[in-house]
């Protein structure tokens, strides 16, 4: 089914989804023991609140150029963006960095689709600029990913 939101509506779960990142990668930072993926987890955490000050900016109205009224209703599949699994306390850090590739994936998708409603102009770039940092997150991730899924051994 797809749902229909304001944009209102939409911006105030992208800004919790922000939120709910951030919690994600500090929580998550304070969970793993080395030190390089600790340090990536907390910058991804800073990006995600940049990201919810963004947001915030357009929802206060202070970005003109471009903006849509917040009244304005989006036919948009948002769930499929927004949901995500629950963490279990028995995952794995490679599930953890998993879970976390997922969301940044699905921020990626939802940023460049609200960018696409818009017509061209200052919140249209800040929105594919949201977009293209989520890939780079993305990347980030998965890198950490394939570290503690497939560790190097003293044999190369």
């Known amino acids: 089914m797809v749902a229909e939101l304001t944009l209102q509506e939409i911006l105030e779960r992208a800004i919790q989804k922000e939120i709910d990142s951030q919690d994600l990668y500090r ?3 304070r ?3 080395d030190r390089y993926a600790r340090a990536a ?3 991804l955490a800073k990006y995600e609140k940049e990201h919810q000050l963004m947001l ?3 929802r206060r109205g ?3 150029e471009g903006a849509l009224k917040a009244s304005h209703i989006i036919d948009y599949r948002i769930a499929e963006y927004l949901e995500q699994p629950e963490m279990s306390p028995d995952m794995g850090l490679k599930e953890v960095f998993l879970l976390a590739a ?3 994936k699905a921020s990626h998708q939802f940023y460049l ?3 696409g409603l818009h017509p061209r102009g200052e919140v249209r770039k800040m ?3 949201l977009a293209a940092q989520e890939l780079e997150h993305k990347q980030k991730v998965e890198y950490l990913y394939t570290e503690v899924a497939f560790p190097q051994t003293d044999g190369g």
Do not use: F, I, P
Request: glycine share 4%; no cysteine; net charge positive.
């Open 27 to 29: 929580a998550l930072s």
């Open 31 to 33: 969970r793993v023991k």
């Open 62 to 64: 202070e970005l003109k």
């Open 113 to 115: 689709g609200l960018a």
């Open 127 to 129: 929105l594919e600029k």
């Open 41 to 43: 987890l907390q910058e």
């Open 102 to 104: 997922n969301r940044e």
């Open 56 to 58: 915030e900016r357009y």
